[in-house]
């Protein structure tokens, strides 16, 4: 399953298909990403990060991709299973620092 | 949520009240942000701290003043409340050689 954009903010996936969650950024200039997970009642947790050097990064069962050209982020979770189901936000650092902007986020939901 | 913890988990407050919401870490980490999350929204950041003794203002600081009373701690302070400020709060640490932050439970604010 695949969302795009602001415009799907859903995604319902089968268990073991893979997701695609889609984030698009706003600043040419931003050069170090971030993914989130966050499930219901709890603060985010760190997924993978990327910096703008790279197109590509893989953790254990997740790649994101970064298309600086067209300032797109992607998230690929292979082999969904249900305890992925969660919102997941990409943050990206607009400025040399501290200060991240985070997206609207996707509600991913694995059907068993 | 390991090393960070947030006091209290819930507070509801009226119009004009004020309150002071805690944060503290354990991870040494050097710094601290304050973030709000309203429904349906990502994450807008509302003060940082980079390092003990400095504080900056995030995207939506307006109502809201922020004390980094030590390396551990971190508070922020809503001196007259709003209902716009009606949110679910989150305290989150950075520090290292990356920018992953780490964040809080999370403390959810209803202001009637």
């Known amino acids: 399953g695949e969302n795009v954009g602001l415009h799907l903010p859903t995604l319902s996936v089968q268990e073991g298909d893979n997701s695609i969650i889609n984030c698009a950024y706003s600043?040419?200039?931003?050069?170090?990403f971030i993914w989130y997970k966050q499930e219901s009642g709890k603060g985010p947790q760190f997924i993978i990060d990327?910096?703008?050097?790279?197109d590509k990064r893989q953790g254990q069962r997740v790649t994101v991709l970064l298309n600086k050209t067209v300032k797109h982020l992607s998230l690929q979770i292979a082999a969904t299973q249900p305890g992925d189901s969660a919102v997941y936000f990409c943050?990206?650092?607009?400025?040399?620092?501290?200060?991240?902007?985070f997206g609207t986020g996707t509600s991913l939901t694995v059907i068993p | 949520n390991a090393g960070v913890t947030q006091t209290p988990k819930f507070q509801v407050l009226k119009t004009g009240q004020s309150m002071t919401l805690q944060c503290a870490q354990d991870m040494n980490h050097n710094s601290m942000y304050w973030y709000r999350q309203d429904p349906g929204m990502g994450l807008r950041l509302i003060y940082y701290?980079?390092?003990?003794?400095?504080?900056d203002k995030g995207e939506v600081p307006n109502g809201y003043n922020v004390s980094r009373l030590n390396k551990r701690e971190f508070s922020l302070r809503l001196e007259s409340a709003a209902p716009s400020q009606t949110s679910v709060y989150f305290c989150a640490i950075s520090g290292g050689r990356s920018y992953e932050q780490y964040f809080g439970p999370g403390t959810r604010l209803t202001v009637t």
């Open positions: 600043n040419s200039a931003s050069d170090y």
């Open positions: 701290s980079a390092s003990e003794g400095t504080t």
């Open positions: 990327i910096r703008s050097n790279m």
């Open positions: 943050a990206e650092n607009r400025y040399t620092g501290n200060q991240f902007y």
